[in-house]
């Protein structure tokens, strides 16, 4: 059976997994962190028992750490490559075909998985102006990677890719068209690796053609966006030119007034990087109530904390705004997924999204909705015209397979 390599590269820090696509069995996955830092550290896990979904934590999965000093992305990928020889499995006796990168941004360019030839870096580069937290530290890994593994196949997966089937009305800003043209402002999309991942795996639990199927899904996890998917394509979602537009998150303000920008600017005197750290790193759940983990907001608002209560209101009062005006676009709505680490965890919140939803079809069974359950599940009650699902998002696994079809390909 063939092995993929996912690597999620950032600028200090990659992780890795190897993954068998075709079952969704993990073999062995890690992190090497602290790059460029005195110390680095590494932490490389062995599967015995992965399957798709699951983190199978056997008594004999064994995680295996190390510290040493990591000063750059390709000694990071040599640090990986010992770790296997020493920990196994072996990369000798179960040999990668490709290697599949995440990369955040693919601006308008890049709407599937792409082989990574020079042209391509040359482009996740230049797309760094749009991303530039995310797609340089991209990049060293995609290089670093390369060295490690010349006679690969390297994939980039991206972020917006999904997204690039948003129609025109949905994609555009109301602003001058010469400005934004010039600039390559538009609304691009994120998660949109989970967001198809996870509305396929919707509709093969249903036995339902994927094409019939009108659902809306949210991906809340740190970071959180919804996407209408019509016939399996990304007809509308709540990130736009950057991970900032949209819901409220665990520090992200999401949608807001943009003249409360001029305003600061104005009156508290804020720089524009000033304006970025806060919108981006202070606001959210953060912002409002002092803790960014919904668990710990969660466990404050049972505790009666006033803000806590506040934050988890505006946290859901944006869920329904959402969910409301991505059923008026899709025309209705067949099936609602919740997906990533608050939407798979967390019933307060799915309840609260969905309780105004009911003219619309949507009936919530509180029992299921309570359950806890690792696979996919149904909350949704008997004869609910809509069906809701948790559905456990595999971003590795939907990249291990769009690189294993590139690489399949050549
Ligand atoms: P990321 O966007 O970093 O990939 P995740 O998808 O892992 O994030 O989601 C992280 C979020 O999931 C955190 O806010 C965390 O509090 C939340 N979460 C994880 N487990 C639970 C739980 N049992 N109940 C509520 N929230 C949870």
């Given at each position: ?52 979904g ?87 890994g ?13 994939v980039?997966?991206?972020?917006t890719a999904?997204h ?8 555009t ?26 509305s ?38 709540s ?14 303000s ?29 606001s ?83 029992e ?43």
């Amino acid at each position: 059976m063939s092995v993929v390599l996912v690597v999620n590269s950032g600028s200090s820090s990659f992780k890795y997994q190897l993954v068998e696509p075709e079952d969704g069995r993990v073999l062995a996955s890690g992190i090497v962190e602290r790059i460029g830092e005195p110390m680095g550290a590494a932490k490389h896990k062995v599967y015995f028992g992965g399957q798709e979904g699951v983190e199978a934590v056997t008594a004999t999965d064994a995680t295996y750490t190390r510290e040493l000093p990591i000063p750059d992305h390709t000694s990071g990928f040599r640090v990986m490559l010992d770790a296997f020889a020493e920990w196994g499995p072996s990369l000798a006796e179960n040999p990668p075909i490709a290697v599949g990168h995440r990369v955040v941004h693919g601006g308008a360019r890049f709407f599937e998985p792409t082989l990574i030839t020079n042209l391509v870096e040359i482009n996740i580069d230049e797309l760094s102006v749009l991303a530039p937290l995310h797609n340089p530290g991209a990049l060293q890994g995609v290089r670093a990677a390369k060295a490690a593994f010349p006679d690969l196949a390297h994939v980039a997966v991206f972020d917006t890719a999904f997204h690039q089937t948003l129609p025109a009305a949905a994609y555009t800003y109301a602003i001058d068209k010469d400005l934004a043209d010039a600039h390559r402002i538009r609304r691009y999309g994120f998660h949109g690796t989970s967001h198809k991942y996870v509305s396929r795996a919707a509709a093969d639990f249903l036995g339902r053609p994927l094409e019939e199927l009108k659902q809306v899904v949210f991906h809340l996890g740190n970071g959180a966006s919804v996407t209408a998917v019509d016939g399996g394509r990304s007809v509308e979602t709540s990130m736009g030119l950057t991970p900032l537009e949209g819901l409220v998150m665990g520090t992200r303000s999401g949608d807001i007034d943009p003249a409360v920008l001029f305003h600061l600017a104005r009156r508290a005197r804020m720089s524009i990087d000033d304006l970025d750290d806060l919108l981006n790193k202070r606001s959210g759940v953060l912002g409002l109530a002092g803790v960014n983990d919904m668990r710990d907001l969660e466990e404050r608002v049972a505790q009666g904390h006033e803000d806590a209560r506040l934050a988890m209101e505006v946290y859901i009062h944006r869920l329904r705004a959402y969910a409301g005006s991505y059923i008026a676009q899709l025309g209705g709505v067949d099936v609602i997924v919740f997906t990533a680490g608050v939407g798979e965890n967390s019933p307060i919140v799915r309840a609260g999204a969905l309780e105004t939803l009911g003219f619309a079809g949507v009936r919530l069974d509180p029992e299921r909705n309570e359950a806890r359950g690792r696979g996919i599940r149904v909350i949704s009650a008997d004869g609910s015209p809509v069906t809701v699902l948790v559905v456990p998002t595999n971003e590795e696994l939907e990249i291990a397979r769009q690189a294993l079809e590139v690489a399949a390909a050549l």
